[in-house]
Nanobody, 116 residues
Framework: QVQLVESGGGLVQAGGSLTLSCTVS????????MAWFRQVPGKERELVAR???????LYMDFVKGRFTVSRDNAKNVVRLQMNSLKPEDTGLYFC??????????WGRGTQVTVSS
């Protein structure tokens, strides 16, 4: 059974750092580009970063230079290192496959709150 479990969120002051982890079960990780998304109340879920099967990272402009996405297929984990956090980074962070056609049920996400 495919399952995504996000962890590592928390409360941090502006300028601080957090590392999020996404544990992927169900033997899908190595076959898929993966992505991190975030959602705030009242807004649609938005893409934050993507990492291809071969490990090439791609970032949205609003996190470029501050966030680093990585993957460890052997450990079934995708990570998001977040530095220089801003209050506008606050949200519920999720991981999932990149392609909509391969999308699996969403996990519960992990909450990131950045105080000013």
């Amino acid at each position: 059974q495919v399952q995504l479990v996000e962890s590592g969120g928390g409360l941090v002051q502006a300028g601080g750092s957090l590392t999020l982890s996404c544990t992927v079960s169900g033997n899908i990780l190595s076959a898929n580009d993966m992505a991190w998304f975030r959602q705030v109340p009242g807004k649609e879920r938005e893409l934050v970063a993507r990492i291809t099967k071969s490990g090439t990272p791609l970032y949205m402009d609003f996190v470029k230079g501050r966030f680093t996405v990585s993957r460890d297929n052997a450990k079934n984990v995708v990570r998001l290192q977040m530095n220089s956090l801003k209050p506008e980074d606050t949200g519920l962070y999720f991981c999932n496959t990149w392609l909509l056609s391969t999308r699996v049920p969403w996990g519960r996400g992990t909450q990131v709150t950045v105080s000013s």
